[in-house]
Structures are given as C-alpha cells and as structure tokens.
C-alpha cells in the first residue's frame, strides 16, 4: 500500500503564491502517475496536474496552465505544487492521488487513482 500526506495549504491573497507537497510512504516503488486533483465547495472533484514516474512529463489543466509548477523527486519521494498567480476561483481542498499506471491521456481522471491524501485546504481572497 501506499500512503500520502499534504502539506502547505493556508490562506493568501489574490495574486500571491502557496506551495503544496505531498510525501510518499509505503510500496512506493510501485508509483506511477502522481496527480494533484482539487474540490471546491458544491463542485465536482477537478484535476490540476499529473506528473510521470520519471518526472520528466507533467500534465497540467488548462485553468492553471502557466501559473502552476509541479515537480517530482522519487529519491525524497515528493511531489511539489507551486501555485502563483493564485485566484479566488483556485479555492478548493487540493488532494495529492498516486496511481500504479502511467499518466497517459486518462491522466485527469479521478477514478483511474488508487492512493489519495486527506486534503489541505487553500483559500485565496481577492
């Protein structure tokens, strides 16, 4: 099994920046795609960004194209999400997901991820 934990949300202002982590534990060799997903409030659950095993490929949703990084280290056994340019509209609880598989073109599917974090809140004000 695998185990994710989040890390680094909080509240900031329209415009500014918040970096998000997520730690691996467990069978983590097993790791393929890693994906941050989000949900706001009466909204469905959306995907933001997925990363490849190697890290050399990343994802990212057209909403947060440019102004979200994401980056992998499988020796620290991380992924990183830094989010600038934040907007209210990114308000959401944001969830690291894990997955056996490759990223592929299904990449921003919730259902195709076995492994999920418990979610750390970001708010942003305008």
């Known amino acids: 099994q695998v185990q994710l934990a989040e890390s680094g949300g909080g509240l900031v202002q329209a415009g500014g920046s918040l970096r998000l982590s997520c730690a691996a534990s467990g069978r983590t060799i097993s790791i393929g795609c890693m994906a941050w997903f989000r949900q706001a409030p009466g909204k469905e659950r959306e995907s933001v960004v997925a990363v490849s095993r190697s890290g050399a490929t990343t994802f990212y949703a057209d909403s947060v194209q440019g102004r979200f990084t994401n980056s992998r280290d499988n020796v620290q056994r991380t992924v990183t999400l830094q989010m600038n340019s934040l907007k209210p509209e990114d308000t959401a609880i944001y969830y690291c997901?894990?997955?056996?598989?490759?990223?592929?073109?299904?990449?921003?599917?919730?259902?195709?991820?076995?492994?999920w974090g418990q979610g750390t809140q970001v708010t942003v004000s305008s």
């Open positions: 997901a894990a997955r056996d598989t490759p990223c592929g073109t299904s990449w921003s599917q919730s259902r195709g991820y076995n492994y």
